[in-house]
């Protein structure tokens, strides 16, 4: 059975904080709220599709900072679901600062399984620079506390935001390794039109990073999560018409994943010292080794590096061998 999430966007609900990146209608694509009703629909309409190991998810907005009786109804329409093993579970999406024992204790009663925090970032000059509203001790206090009860737990991290460097997002990934959740989302920034990052950036305040920069980013962060066993579920925003309108300048590229993996591939290579070298390639891996517009195969050249690729069916898909 294939895993299917069944998403309902909970648009900017509760959120107790503007953050600087935040344009949440542009980043669900819609700006209504869900209705029991809604939530029932989207159930049945997925359920008629077969083969699928479903999970509701409630995502969007922060889902435990919304009216509590709001969020009750939400969960009271998705759990007859859950209890009748017709999906396996219910996925929220939340802030750090908005869990505790009373909330957690109402997502159990209700059949949510697991909880994604927006951590976004482990460094409190960062996450005070783009509004955030919490501390990174707040992430450990309430990761700490959601596995207690159970749990599956979930962070999400961004790179590129205000005031954030490098070394500052290699130091989240590895404080985010040290809580050890079972998944990661890791989103570039993409600066959007109405918020306070388009603002730095129009004033020249704020450079931020484009896809390919993100990407070569990410492709040092991916092997840190894999190497500690910590699924990545996602890599950059989805791809939606609202945010090719609304994106001034950031991470975002259709096939952002794609980059990171050609990216990750390259660096195999730069690892090693600049000399003559045959790179042996699954036929699958031949186009992400050479890059977006043989992106890497200009940049190996540019480096000193001399390489002859030659496909080998006998490699696993993205392995290298070289000689």
């Known amino acids: 059975m294939r895993r299917g999430n069944i998403s309902i966007f909970v648009p900017h609900q509760g959120c107790p904080c503007a953050c600087s990146f935040c344009n949440q209608k542009t980043i669900t694509g819609q700006d209504s709220a869900p209705t029991a009703e809604d939530v029932k629909n989207a159930v049945e309409t997925a359920l008629r599709k077969k083969g699928y190991d479903y999970e509701i998810a409630f995502f969007g907005g922060s889902f435990t900072a919304i009216d509590r009786e709001y969020m009750l109804t ?3 329409a998705a759990y007859p679901y859950v209890k009748s093993g017709q999906v396996k579970g219910i996925r929220v999406s939340t802030r750090p600062d908005c869990i505790d024992d009373e909330v957690l204790g ?3 009663e209700y059949g949510v399984t697991s909880i994604e925090l927006g951590a976004q970032s482990m460094d409190d000059e960062v996450l005070l620079a783009n509004r955030r509203g919490h501390t990174a001790q707040d992430v450990i206090n309430a990761s700490e506390l959601i596995k207690s009860y159970g749990f599956e737990l979930g962070l999400q991290m961004m790179t590129g935001l205000y005031k954030d460097t490098e070394e500052k997002a290699l130091e989240t990934a590895r404080k985010i ?6 998944t990661v ?13 388009a603002e730095l950036y129009l004033a020249e305040k704020y450079k931020p990073l484009n896809a390919d ?3 070569e ?5 991916v092997p840190m999560f894999e190497k500690a066993g910590i ?11 609202d945010i090719k309108e609304n994106m001034l300048v950031g991470g975002f590229h259709d096939s952002f994943g794609e980059l990171v993996k050609s990216r990750i591939m390259v660096e195999k290579i730069l690892k090693l010292p600049p000399a003559d070298y045959q790179v042996f390639v699954n036929p699958k891996s031949l186009s992400k080794l050479k890059g977006n517009n043989k992106s890497n195969i200009y940049l190996l050249i540019e ?9 080998d069916n006998g490699l696993d898909v993205d392995e290298l061998r070289i000689k």
Do not use: E, F, W
């Open 74 to 76: 939400l969960l009271k």
């Open 231 to 241: 699924k990545i579920i996602r890599l950059g925003l989805h791809s939606s018409k």
């Open 217 to 221: 980013l990410c492709a040092k962060l």
């Open 106 to 108: 109402i997502l159990k």
């Open 213 to 215: 920069d993100s990407a």
């Open 177 to 182: 390794i040290d809580i050890a959740p079972a």
């Open 303 to 311: 480096r000193g590096y001399n390489v002859k690729i030659i496909t």
């Open 185 to 197: 989302r890791i989103y570039p920034t993409v600066v959007l039109k109405g918020t306070y990052l």
